[in-house]
């Protein structure tokens, strides 16, 4: 910071309050403390400093650095926030005042420190695309590895990671990851291992490039599966509350499109995320075609939709969603929906991906064959067979499906087992 900038007029002062500090809504510029005189901040585009001014011998006008805040810095970092800044900022002033001389510490400048955790990941998603580039015009794979899935690890990181985003790298701590994949284990357990995945990656490429000292990540223990084992199997009972609840009301605009949506993945036992982006353009002659680039797995799945599916759909122009949202693009905010539909329903403790449990859990009491099975989950083959094994089982798997939505008609047809019992009594 030049000293000239210490000079800014008071126009864009307001008031500093922790809240203020916390949200960045401070404006840049100089903002005076209200209640230590010679405290002040400044707000620059990239850094927030504290400086303490006074009159030192002679009647000299001194200024001198305390330190620099970082937003929403989790604790024990080097981030000094409003509390700390005062009485770093009185105990200056009791030495000038006491006419001992002020000797203090120079803090390490954040730039000192290196990047920050945001801007480390920017670094490391612009390296990556860089060399898928040159890989495409060189003809080289080898770096094209993982870009189909960099977007979602990207989000995933940051997202998780907002909080962090502004500390510098070499203070993220081991405590601090562990915080976080606590709490997206309570939620998720599944994507608190897919963070830890993600966030490993990004961070031994940062201490190969000594961005940050080591990669603790591996040796974090991952919680997720060990957490909370998913079992989850709805029974017929809850198959029929769910499949009724969807009809609404919701109170939700999106309500209906995710009702049917619910429906739907119940019948064909496929993802969420590929259920929603499903347009009309993908529905051949009775097939669902998702290409390659548009599921998990990353391969051709091609599935025959039985009645029961079809009936969710609808009709539409090719390029329009299945399954649209009130504006017509994907449907957001599951979790609200799915908050309602537990509601509309009496049935709660279940996820979505828990239809796909459901589903396949019924083909294997039917006797179909695991390979079948996983075929229509669209699981990738494991080890070596999935190197030698490429069929794509199409009969084979949409019969299953078939199977599974006559199977289910049958349940939503009978009455339910509480009601038959209390009936017979």
């Known amino acids: 910071m030049r000293k000239n900038d210490l000079l800014i007029g008071a126009k864009n002062q307001m008031k500093i309050t922790a809240a203020a500090l916390n949200n960045d809504s401070l404006p840049e510029g100089r ?25 030192g011998a002679g009647g000299k006008q001194k200024t001198d650095l305390l330190g ?85 690890a990207m989000r995933t990181v940051r997202r998780n990671l907002k909080d ?28 608190s291992d897919r963070f830890m995945s993600y966030l490993g990656t990004i961070m031994k490429w940062a201490a190969q490039e000594d961005h940050i000292e080591t990669n603790f990540v591996p040796d974090t223990l991952k919680v997720g599966p060990g957490l909370v084992r998913r079992e989850r199997v709805l029974t017929a009972d809850e198959m029929r509350a769910i499949w009724a609840a969807c009809g609404g009301p919701f ?11 619910v429906r739907f993945l119940l019948v064909m036992a496929q993802r969420k995320t590929e259920g929603a982006k499903l347009r009309y353009g993908d529905i051949l002659n009775g097939r669902w075609k998702q290409k390659g680039d548009s599921n998990k797995s990353g391969r051709e799945h ?37 908050a309602e539909l537990d509601k509309l329903s009496g049935v709660s403790g279940w996820r979505h991906h828990d239809l796909r449990r459901t589903a396949s859990t019924h083909l294997q009491e039917q006797g179909f064959a695991p390979h079948i099975i996983d075929a229509v989950l669209n699981h990738a083959i494991p080890g ?42």
């Open 251 to 261: 109170e939700s605009a999106n309500g209906a499109a995710y009702g049917r949506l």
């Open 68 to 152: 620099y805040f970082v937003p929403n810095a989790p604790p024990k970092s080097d981030s000094l926030g409003l509390q700390e800044a005062r009485e770093k900022a009185r105990a200056v002033l009791e030495r000038v005042e006491a006419g001992v001389p002020v000797v203090g510490t120079k803090p390490a400048h954040p730039k000192q420190g290196g990047m920050t955790l945001g801007e480390l990941f920017d670094e490391y998603e612009r390296m990556r695309t860089a060399k898928a580039t040159a890989a495409q015009s060189g003809g080289g794979k080898k770096a094209l590895k993982g870009m189909k899935t960099l977007p979602e």
């Open 302 to 338: 091609w599935l025959a939709l039985p009645p029961l599916a079809l009936e969710q759909l609808g009709n539409g122009e090719a390029h329009k969603l299945c399954f649209a949202g009130e504006k017509g693009g994907v449907i957001g905010n599951f979790s609200q929906l799915k």
């Open 384 to 425: 070596v067979g999935g190197h030698y094994m490429h069929g794509a089982l199409n009969e084979a798997k949409s019969g299953a499906v078939a199977a599974w939505a006559k199977e289910l008609d049958d349940i939503l047809k009978r009455k339910p087992e509480i009601e038959s019992s209390s009936t017979s009594n």
């Open 164 to 191: 962090y985003l502004k500390l510098p790298a070499h203070d993220f701590s081991k405590a601090d990851l562990r915080k976080v994949r606590d709490e997206i284990a309570k939620r998720a357990p599944q994507m």
């Open 31 to 55: 903002h005076q403390d209200h209640i230590v005189p010679g405290l002040l901040i400044i707000i620059g585009k990239k850094r927030r400093t504290w400086y303490v001014r006074y009159r």
